[in-house]
């Protein structure tokens, strides 16, 4: 069952990659000025997103096979 509800809403994960990278560019770019520095703090915060969002998913995907 909880394969199922995985692979129903995979499509929808596709809508949090602009959101990452949006969030991600502006948190960088009120942080620094220069690109470089704008560029390398984006990628630090979209990896931390992306784990922080991971961790969670998985997080309440064992709670569905538990409960």
Sequence with gaps: ???ML???????LWYA???IISVSLVYAGTRHEAMTAIW???VRVATW????MSIIFFVLYLMTLYV
């Design 1 to 3: 069952m909880p394969t």
């Design 6 to 12: 995985l692979a129903d809403n995979v499509n929808q």
């Design 17 to 19: 990659v602009p959101l």
């Design 40 to 42: 390398w703090h984006a």
């Design 49 to 52: 997103i992306v784990v922080f």
